[in-house]
């Protein structure tokens, strides 16, 4: 900073020139210090312009996650980009709002920046003139700042520092009546900081309200996606038939006919998905395979399939739950999962990336609760040229020790599953034995062996013979091995197999060549270990589907016969439990159940607008009628004359408008409307009884889910607050009929005020002298003050019928002591209490007698001698007058807008519902569900089975 020195009279006029040089320079200085200080100030117009790109950031980032296309659909967006238009509208206005304030700003930093350039060069020439004038033979050595900065030494002279430091906002100022620019600065340095801080706290709810807008429309989009999934498959797939059929339009009866295989599958996929509640048995034949953890059965089964169609790692569990395969012939290489639309063309790598993530998917979709595998079964249908017609079950590996990422007791679980597979009788085990480690290191041997110890229905497979060859030091272990010498176990058939090289992941056909050429060339099979029938996929392929078939050929017929007495005894339990009720699975009555509900929403349009406009007037009174007596009548009526009853009931009138009844009038429409759709689905008029109970869960559930869901328009309230306040704002009453109405409308109310006046003060005094003597009943003392305290203050108000509302001080003191001459002593709160209770009541009898009197006050009611008691029936004809015009437009808004839109909400969560297997389980349940679908089932898998054994009839011979 620059010392300020007084300067001394005997200054030379021959130093003038230095001393006005010295101004000039150091003013040049000055202006731009002080241009550098308003430009760091003006760093906030910088945050505006980052609050403004801030915007348009999160507005970019909404559009883009919003930017999928659905051309083939686009139907089915619409209510989305509405909503998404809505948000993009917002988020414009935001982004207006900030750049007008920016560029408000601006103008004010740059005016600002104007005047104090301008004063400060003003100041500097006035300091200079009157330095020279009054400071003359003034010394120049003292003229210099003695503690000035040493760069300025001797060029900023002394005078000029007060105005600086006033300027700057550090030191004196140059007079007391100078406008300090400093200050002015520095206020709109603030006004501007607490701008920017109002503009980020408006950009962080506006960025709150944006991923909340965004959240929402991505569970809506998801939630299309589901649906636009199922249609795509649905449409990809009939595409492809249909490519497929013009193409072979010669085969056409041939592609559409099922194959043998497929039948079959279709068998065991109905059981898969079968509820065992009635103990059905399956034990119709399949090829379980199994195998320790990394034995190689995942690549035993890509080898017999062709293709590389299941998830691959190394050292991890990729298996997690079984997964049902069914081979058979086509002229494409093709696989698709059971019920699903979409199939794959395994000669494409890219489908069969996408077919091993979706089995991944669905994988992981059964692991719940946290487990680490599922039982679960996915089904997986494949075709192509060549492959042997089987049914495989690939099964997750068994393990020796549980890791820290598994669930407990996983070990215990894995063997139960396998178990559970290999204990059918008819299931043929194909067991795989990783050759390139120790045979005693096998678990699954000892598991194979206990529940088929004689080996009848067992395959053995030797994996990774071409490390087994490269590691052992003793070939004869493979020879004994694969002559069943060194295991306990026994096996109808032992195969060594090459199933890759290692880390290597080539395909299938690179393994099939590798395989072939090590055979070829190998030791063990030149040394006699094991004999050419015994090696290669292709061989084990056609074993293990010889045998399937013979498995078949030699059970079906029985388990045919098993299926058809389940049958015949749940058919014998549905005619002694239901007997003369049609028998409906759970999809026959969900559809009987949505036709149902679907008929109950169109019966809202039945109900007609005089109904709708009683029951909304009845309910909209019940809500606000203790606002309008109590509140604004009770209140108002306090006053002494007409002029100020009607201005506190205009001024309470008005505030209650404009901020809860417009709100009120749409809750009670909404909730009417729910009340109406509640009592029509839940009646049991034209309801089937048998039914009625069953669907109530259902019903329920859909009732609460369009509860939630069902908002009423945005734009309704708005327009409902100005009729409202048109009508309460409307004092005239035209014609007589009008009034006696409202004097109808007032008596009616008044009386039903009284009986619940009438009922509060009985409830604080107790039981009358009839209810004692005839229902043995007793007051207590509290009730016992009451009553005396009631019988005194009746006393007041005879002697006082239009006594005020509040009892005075020594009206409350006069009161207690004549009740302590009677011997009671009651607080003042018990007077109180009960004085608000009496005045009420004796009020809204005597405005019920004003009322009666009003009926012939019409025609001359302004100058009537009780002209307060006569703006009563005003008020309640404005009541009733709002009550009318708000019943209309509610009635309106729910006929013409809310009934449909709760109809439509209705019909898509129906449609959702439907393709939700677990919740309508969940919804729809029973004894005679469950019977009912299990005797479905098991006529499916009667009449399947019977069909597949002709055909299996009609091919063997």
């Given at each position: 900073m620059y010392a300020v020195r007084r300067h001394r009279p005997n200054i030379r006029r021959s130093q003038f020139h230095i001393t006005h040089r010295s101004y000039a320079s150091f003013a040049g200085r000055a202006a731009v210090r002080g241009v550098k200080w308003l430009v760091a100030s003006g760093a906030c117009v910088g945050s505006m312009k980052f609050v403004g790109n801030k915007i348009e950031e999160t507005h970019n980032n909404v559009s883009n996650a919003l930017s999928k296309p659905y051309d083939t659909l686009k139907y089915g967006v619409d209510g989305v980009t509405s909503r998404f238009n809505a948000l993009r509208i917002q988020a414009s206005e935001y982004s207006t709002s900030l750049r007008k304030r920016k560029d408000l700003a601006e103008q004010e930093v740059g005016a600002a920046v104007d005047n104090i350039a301008g004063l400060l060069v003003n100041r500097l020439l006035s300091a200079t003139l009157s330095s020279f004038t009054d400071a003359r033979g003034a010394n120049t050595s003292e003229l210099i700042g003695a503690s000035a900065p040493s760069s300025f030494a001797n060029e900023e002279v002394t005078p000029i520092v007060p105005q600086i430091n006033s300027f700057l906002g550090v030191g004196g100022s140059g007079g007391d009546d100078d406008k300090d620019p400093g200050r002015e600065m520095r206020e709109k340095h603030k006004k501007v900081e607490e701008e920017n801080r109002k503009l980020k706290e408006e950009l962080s709810s506006a960025e709150e309200e944006s991923h909340k807008t965004e959240s929402e429309l991505r569970r809506e989009l998801l939630k299309l996606q589901e649906s636009y999934k199922r249609e795509l498959d649905k449409m990809r797939n009939e595409n492809e038939q249909l490519r497929y059929l013009v193409k072979n339009s010669n085969t056409r009866t041939a592609a559409v006919k099922k194959s043998i295989i497929d039948m079959y599958a279709d068998v065991l996929d109905t059981l898969s998905d079968n509820d065992t509640s009635y103990c059905i048995q399956d034990h119709l034949p399949r090829i379980v395979v199994v195998g320790d953890q990394s034995a190689g059965k995942t690549s035993v089964l890509e080898m017999i399939v062709r293709a590389r169609i299941f998830p691959r790692g190394h050292g991890e569990m990729m298996t997690r739950s079984p997964v049902q395969v069914t081979l058979g012939e086509g002229d494409r290489h093709t696989a698709q999962f059971g019920g699903a639309e979409r199939i794959y063309d395994l000669s494409s790598e890219a489908e069969l990336y996408e077919l091993r993530r979706e089995v991944e998917r669905r994988m992981r979709k059964n692991l719940k609760n946290g487990e680490t595998i599922s039982s679960e079964v996915i089904s997986l249908v494949v075709k192509g040229p060549g492959l042997h017609r089987m049914v495989l079950v690939d099964l997750p590996g068994i393990i020796s020790t549980e890791t820290s990422g598994m669930k407990p007791k996983t070990k215990e679980k894995l063997t139960e599953m396998c178990s559970k597979f290999m204990q059918n009788p008819n299931a043929i085990i194909l067991c795989i034995q990783d050759g390139s480690i120790d045979a005693e290191r096998s678990n699954v041997t000892n598991i194979v062996q206990s529940h088929d110890p004689k080996g009848k229905r067992t395959i053995f497979v030797l994996t990774k013979v071409d490390l087994a060859e490269q590691n052992m030091a003793n070939p004869s272990r493979v020879k004994k091995i694969l002559e069943g010498k060194l295991f306990p176990m026994k096996a109808l058939g032992y195969y060594a197999v090459v199933t890759g090289r290692g880390p290597h992941d080539d395909s299938v056909e690179t393994i099939r060549a590798y395989e072939e050429d090590f055979f070829s060339k190998s030791r063990l099979f030149r040394s006699g270990a094991f004999r050419a029938s015994q090696m290669s996929t292709n061989n084990l392929s056609l074993a293990v589907s010889d045998c399937f078939w013979k498995m078949v050929r030699d059970s079906v017929e029985q388990q045919a016969?098993?299926?058809?007495?389940?049958?015949?005894?749940?058919?014998?339990?549905?005619?002694?439990?239901?007997?003369?009720?049609?028998?409906?699975?759970?999809?026959?009555?969900?559809?009987?159940?949505?036709?149902?509900?679907?008929?109950?929403?169109s019966c809202l349009h039945k109900i007609t607008p005089l109904e709708w406009e009683s029951m909304l007037q009845d309910e909209l009174w019940d809500k606000i009628s203790p606002t309008v007596v109590d509140n604004i009548y009770l209140n108002a009526a306090e006053c002494d004359s007409a002029s100020n009853f009607n201005t506190k009931v205009d001024?309470?009138?008005?505030?209650?408008?404009?901020?809860?009844?417009?709100?009120?009038?749409?809750?009670?429409?909404?909730?009417?409307?729910?009340?109406?759709?509640?009592?029509?689905?839940?009646?049991?008029?034209?309801?089937?009884?048998?039914?009625?109970?069953?669907?109530?869960?259902?019903?329920?559930?859909?009732?609460?889910?369009?509860?939630?869901?069902?908002?009423?328009?945005?734009?309704?309230?708005?327009?409902?607050?100005?009729?409202?306040?048109?009508?309460?704002?409307?004092?005239?009453?035209?014609?007589?009929?009008?009034?006696?109405?409202?004097?109808?409308?007032?008596?009616?109310?008044?009386?039903?005020?009284?009986?619940?006046?009438?009922t509060d003060l009985d409830k604080c005094v107790g039981p009358s002298w009839h209810e004692r003597w005839t229902g043995w009943k007793s007051r207590t003392p509290i009730e016992n003050q009451c009553v005396a305290t009631k019988n005194e203050l009746e006393r007041l108000l005879v002697a006082?019928?239009?006594?005020?509302?509040?009892?005075?001080?020594?009206?409350?003191?006069?009161?207690?002591?004549?009740?302590?001459?009677?011997?009671?002593?009651?607080?003042?709160?018990?007077?109180?209490?009960?004085?608000?209770?009496?005045?009420?009541?004796?009020?809204?009898?005597?405005?019920?007698?004003?009322?009666?009197?009003?009926?012939?006050?019409?025609?001359?009611?302004?100058?009537?001698?009780?002209?307060?008691?006569?703006?009563?029936?005003?008020?309640?004809?404005?009541?009733?007058?709002m009550l009318e015009i708000t019943s209309n437009a509610l009635r309106l808004q729910i006929m013409n807008t809310e009934a449909q839109r709760l109809e439509k909400e209705v019909k898509q969560y129906l449609e959702d519902l439907s393709h939700d297997e677990d919740k309508k389980k969940a919804l729809i349940t029973g004894k005679r569900v469950d019977l009912a679908e299990e005797l479905r089932k098991v006529r499916g898998i009667q009449d399947r089975l019977e069909t597949f054994i002709d055909e299996l009839k009609r091919e063997h011979s």
């Open positions: 016969d098993n299926f058809k007495a389940t049958r015949y005894n749940l058919e014998a339990e549905w005619r002694n439990t239901f007997a003369g009720l049609r028998e409906m699975d759970r999809n026959d009555l969900f559809e009987k159940a949505k036709d149902e509900i679907l008929d109950d929403i001024i309470a009138l008005k505030d209650w408008t404009d901020d809860l009844l417009p709100q009120i009038s749409i809750d009670v429409g909404w909730r009417t409307l729910f009340n109406q759709l509640n009592a029509i689905i839940f009646s049991k008029a034209n309801k089937d009884r048998d039914t009625a109970e069953l669907f109530l869960p259902l019903k329920k559930d859909i009732l609460n889910e369009v509860e939630e869901q069902h908002k009423w328009q945005n734009n309704a309230q708005k327009r409902l607050s100005v009729i409202q306040k048109n009508a309460l704002e409307d004092t005239a009453v035209t014609n007589k009929m009008q009034w006696d109405n409202s004097i109808a409308f007032m008596e009616r109310i008044l009386n039903e005020r009284i009986s619940l006046a009438k006082d019928e239009f006594h005020s509302k509040n009892l005075e001080n020594d009206e409350l003191t006069t009161v207690r002591k004549n009740l302590q001459t009677q011997g009671v002593d009651v607080p003042y709160e018990i007077i109180c209490t009960v004085w608000q209770k009496l005045y009420k009541l004796n009020f809204l009898k005597r405005a019920l007698s004003s009322a009666q009197q009003c009926r012939k006050a019409f025609y001359h009611r302004n100058v009537a001698c009780n002209a307060v008691e006569c703006n009563d029936v005003v008020l309640f004809w404005r009541a009733t007058r």
